[in-house]
């Protein structure tokens, strides 16, 4: 194979001792949009670490030669760099992703999709009898309570009472904190942030236990995921099972937390798409159609959470470590290289999507665009490591923001809303006013 080695590839210089490490750190969705703008496609970021941004170079990586990418290889074994929840399918690689992902993917299908779809209208409902015209709300908060509810009772098939959906929420928030750094601290290294998320890790293997010895876990009409992952081929370990429900929980609760979220945000900037969701919503609710059915009448409810997704996807990098030396374009990537392509700089790439900075759902009306290449857009990943739960957390968040739309308007109380990148991008100051229609 030859190409331009990994020394050739443009990108910053950084700090003699710390490289690029602070900047990314300080700002890193500025510091890789920064990065993309002025050095090309393909940027080294640090000496082992790669940012590809070109959509044909995220689909050859993802999809195309995803066998030859894991998510920890043995260059970050030995820096002592580990997944925090290694043994679910999550963290997995090759023949063991495969089986771990055969085993649950079954359970996550139109019929979990169905019942989600109907049961998120009620948790919504509950959430909105809280509500009342002229308070201001947490909406982060609120729909964290809503959005834990619904995980809870879909996957382990009981749903957690207040107490216990306010704990566990304490434990997830710090874990969520971690950041997805491609350039990580080494994990012997006693931070304080560490130790805080080793002790709620603890906390959440109690309360997994818990769920996994319940005897719903038998009943696959009661509690699918659960019964697919404990009584699946293979049989799973005691360990394995609390690093899947603990991986199950965190996902399906921060992605749609945060989708939800983010397009209230954009909807309360935007009042003409507001108007035209509550329309929508409004007539979509007072039929008679539920479930999939009704999700069928909420096209531009959809549109604005696809939007959403392209300008704040939950998800903002993904990174893989290289098994073998992969050419992009005339650079040959070498094997041990920790490559990164990051869905909020291609989702924003102004190549590629007309407005790219602008709301503006209307793109995702009647089709998909098909002037956008394929690796310009990923909320969910790409490829074979697509998440399997990605359908269910759309048509959760569909159903919340039809039902909350629907009642009420939101008018931002806070000056800004910021963004924490953390292990999922994060609104932070959502605090909104209610307004009756």
């Keep these: ?76 074994r030995r820096a002592g760099r580990r997944q925090s929840l290694p043994l679910s399918t999550m963290s997995a690689d090759r023949e063991d ?85 491609p350039v990580v ?25 818990r769920v996994a010895a319940s005897g719903r876990a038998a009943d696959p009409k009661a509690a699918p995921v659960l019964h697919a992952l404990l009584h699946g081929t293979p049989t799973p370990t005691p360990a394995e099972v609390k690093d899947e429900l603990a991986t199950l929980l965190m996902a399906g609760y921060e992605t749609t937390n945060d989708a939800v979220v983010w397009a209230s945000v954009l909807l309360a900037r935007n009042p003409d798409a507001a108007e035209r969701v509550h329309r929508e919503a409004e007539k979509a609710l007072a ?26 996807s939950p998800v903002w990098m993904t990174s893989r470590d290289a098994q073998v030396d992969v050419k992009f374009s005339d650079y040959v990537i070498p094997a041990g290289t920790t490559v990164t392509v990051s869905q909020w700089v291609n989702h924003r790439d102004p190549r590629y999507w007309k407005q790219a900075e602008e709301f503006r759902p209307e793109r995702w009306l009647g089709k998909e665009p098909t002037d956008v290449p394929r690796g310009s857009y990923f909320p969910f990943g790409l490829g074979p490591r697509t998440c399997f739960g990605a359908s269910l957390a759309a048509v959760e968040a569909v159903s919340l923001l039809a039902t909350v739309w629907s009642r009420y308007r939101l008018r931002l109380a806070a000056p800004e809303v910021r963004l924490r990148p953390a292990l999922a991008l994060q609104p932070l100051d959502a605090r909104f006013t209610v307004e009756a229609w």
């Excluded at 080294?44 to 195309?64: A, T």
């Excluded at 709300?137 to 009472?161: I, K, N, P």
């Excluded at 601290?185 to 236990?209: D, F, G, H, M, S």
């Excluded at 069928?296 to 604005?304: C, F, H, M, N, S």
Aim: glycine content about 8%; proline content about 6%; overall charge positive.
């Design 185 to 209: 601290l080494p994990e012997w290294l006693p931070t304080r942030r560490k130790l805080q998320i080793r002790r709620n890790l603890r906390r959440v293997e109690r309360t997994l236990a």
């Design 97 to 181: 992703w495969k089986a771990k992902r055969r085993r649950i993917q079954p359970a996550f299908g139109r019929e979990l999709s169905a019942t989600a779809a109907a049961a998120m209208r009620g948790q919504g409902e509950r959430m909105l009898e809280q509500w009342r015209p002229g308070q201001v709300r947490d909406l982060q908060q609120d729909v964290s309570v809503v959005t834990l509810r619904l995980v809870t009772a879909l996957m382990f098939g009981e749903e957690y009472t207040d107490s216990e959906i306010a704990e566990v929420a304490g434990m997830v928030a710090p874990i969520m904190e971690l950041s997805a750094s």
């Design 287 to 312: 039929g008679n159609a539920t479930g999939m059915a009704l999700l069928g009448e909420l096209p531009y409810t959809d549109a604005v959470l696809r939007e959403s997704l392209r300008l704040y």
């Design 1 to 76: 194979m030859t190409g331009k080695t990994l020394v050739e590839i443009p990108g910053p210089a950084g700090g003699r001792v710390l490289g690029n490490l602070q900047e990314f750190s300080t700002d890193p969705l500025r510091f890789l949009t920064a990065c993309a703008r002025e050095y090309g496609d393909i940027v080294r970021i640090s000496p082992r670490n790669v940012l590809l941004v070109g959509p044909e170079h995220v689909e050859r990586m993802l999809v195309d030669r995803n066998t030859d990418f894991v998510k920890e290889g043995p260059e970050a």
